[in-house]
């Protein structure tokens, strides 16, 4: 169990303006090449969290993508939860797109 506390903590962006400015940067132009994976701009402690609005994702949206085909996100806005896990690793370029459908399914599928 963790405090609220806590976790405000662990999913509010970290980085400095200057590095958050950086990762903004190069993920608006490496967008092509992740299909949305590493999308999310700052870090909190131990995961990713959303800074800007790049895609179908919310400012603070908060999680990880795994190297072995796995993602998984909070969307405290939509109060969503998305979990994908996969055997297939990070080896091809197919593994990025199921990742990116899959997110891109789910808010297709929210009812605003």
Do not use: C, K
Request: cysteine-free; aromatic content about 10%; proline content about 5%.
């Amino acid at each position: 169990m963790l405090s609220r506390p806590a976790v405000e903590l662990m999913t509010t962006n970290r980085l400095p303006p200057e590095q958050l400015a950086a990762r903004e940067a190069w993920a608006r132009n490496a967008a092509h090449l992740g299909y949305g994976l590493g999308q999310h701009g700052g870090w909190g402690f131990g995961m990713a969290v959303r800074t800007y609005r790049g895609d179908y994702a919310p400012i603070g949206q908060f999680g990880w993508d795994g190297g072995a085909g796995t993602t998984t996100y909070a969307d405290p806005h939509n109060q969503l939860v998305g979990i994908l896990l996969t055997q297939t690793g990070m080896s091809t370029p197919d593994s990025a797109r199921a990742i990116h459908d899959f997110w891109t399914t789910l808010y297709q599928a929210l009812d605003h």
